[in-house]
């Protein structure tokens, strides 16, 4: 996947994002696209546009200079793009990895999405003792990336699935 540069408003490089992620905040207009690839556009029914290399946002965004992005319930879904860890089918809730009876603690690194059914199954134990391996390991976003989440830049499910496949030449 080709990543997007993501420029603030002032037009200061803030992050990079996936192309998916870049497209989402582009046709959200939180973004407009600064500069394209001079060949791929990606298309559909009722999209043409070029292949995003760097975006601009719409709006100036502060972005707190901590060096580690707050821990949350709803960010912990985002950052996941509301996709169950176990199944890969959409998720409405948070689960702990090692679970918190057993001192998992609320962080980036021991939560992922998860569907209702599985975290229900899942229940007191370790996806070992469940034999419920996880598709991905659970990342901590930088600041930035928790920023851009939370402009809604993970909504990547808001994408059509030809869209998603990435850019058509
Ligand atoms: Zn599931």
Redesign the pocket.
């Given at each position: 996947m080709r990543d997007t540069l993501v420029l603030n408003a002032s037009f200061e490089p803030l992050s990079t994002v996936t192309l998916n992620r870049a497209v989402v905040l582009v046709l959200q207009s939180k973004a407009v696209v600064e500069q394209a690839h001079p060949e791929l556009r990606m298309r559909g029914a009722a999209i043409d546009i070029p292949v995003p290399r760097v975006i601009r946002l719409c709006r100036y965004v502060r972005v707190p200079f901590r060096r580690r992005a707050p821990w949350s319930r709803r960010g912990v879904l985002v950052r996941d793009q509301f996709r169950?860890?176990?199944?890969?089918?959409r998720?409405t809730t948070v689960d702990h990895v090692v679970p918190r009876s057993r001192g998992g603690a609320d962080s980036w690194l021991n939560t992922v999405a998860?569907?209702?059914?599985?975290?229900h199954?899942k229940a007191d134990r370790t996806p070992e003792q469940a034999g419920m391996p996880l598709l991905r390991e659970p990342f901590e976003p930088t600041p930035a990336d928790a920023m851009l989440l939370s402009l809604g830049a993970g909504g990547v499910e808001a994408l059509p699935d030809w869209l998603s496949q990435g850019a058509a030449a």
């Open positions: 169950c860890a176990y199944c890969g089918k998720a998860s569907c209702a059914e599985d975290n199954r």
